[in-house]
């Protein structure tokens, strides 16, 4: 079954605490984004990569890390975590530039 | 500035009428729009995706419609039903510079259907 995955799907974890959360794909898509979802303030982007090895800044990078090692794969790190970013969390990818988009289930953080 | 807007944030109807749902954008330089449903605490789930050629797309009871020009689509949903209950998200996915593109969403529309 095509689709995206991430692990963990809940968090709790405390400030200053390093966190990796993990995004994998099926579908062989080039591109791969991380959204941020907060009340009232809707989607925002993270991070997004097109290709291996390839990423760029979103709307709201400050405090996160990610990677692309492998066409699969795009963690999310947390270096340090602080309250602020506690929301809830979704990886994307795409086949292509400005193809149908796939979403994962979403991990839900809390920073305490 | 490239925005979406989705108003109004909620909307609630009885059973079994047709409904449309309006997304607005602020810049007509798109490569496509794509409809998203999301339930409470849950993922995004494509609905459809509307190519900037194209002028509207069918799934089901779902039509959805794109007028470029004015910066507009249309999410009709028709019959509707209990189980259409949900938050629904337009995404649109801008052209900018060198063939770039950023996909920006608007906050959503929450619908309730009451049986």
């Known amino acids: 079954e095509a689709q995206v995955t991430q692990n963990p799907r809940y968090l709790i974890t405390v400030t200053g605490k390093k966190l990796t959360v993990t995004c994998s794909q099926n579908m062989n898509h080039e591109y791969m984004s991380w959204y941020r979802q ?5 989607l ?4 997004y990569s ?4 390839v990423t760029d800044k979103g709307d709201v990078p400050e405090g996160y890390k990610v990677s692309r090692k492998e066409k699969r794969n795009f963690p999310l790190i947390l270096e340090s975590p602080s309250p602020n970013q506690t929301s809830l969390y979704f990886c994307a990818s795409t086949k292509a530039l400005a193809g149908e988009q796939f979403f994962g289930p979403g991990t839900r953080l809390t920073v305490l | 500035k490239q925005e979406v807007t989705q108003i109004p944030a909620a909307l609630s109807v009885p059973e079994g009428e047709n409904l449309v749902l309006n997304c607005s954008f602020t810049d007509s330089a798109i ?21 900037s050629s194209q002028r509207e797309q069918t799934s089901g009871r779902l039509n ?9 689509s249309t999410l009709y949903i028709a019959a509707s039903q209990p189980g259409d209950s949900a938050t629904y998200l337009c995404a649109v ?3 900018l510079t060198g063939a770039n593109s950023k996909l920006t969403f608007g906050k959503g529309i929450t619908l309730s259907v009451r049986p």
Not at chain 1, 38 to 42: A, F, H, M, T
Not at chain 2, 31 to 51: A, C, E, H, M, V
């Open chain 1, 50 to 53: 097109m290709n291996v090895e």
């Open chain 2, 93 to 95: 996915e801008f052209l």
């Open chain 2, 31 to 51: 490569y496509n729009l794509q409809w998203f449903r999301q339930d409470p605490g849950k993922g995004l789930t494509s609905l459809l995706l509307i190519q």
């Open chain 2, 64 to 72: 959805a419609s794109l007028d470029k020009s004015s910066g507009r």
């Open chain 1, 44 to 47: 925002r982007q993270i991070y």
């Open chain 1, 38 to 42: 907060d009340p009232g303030l809707g």
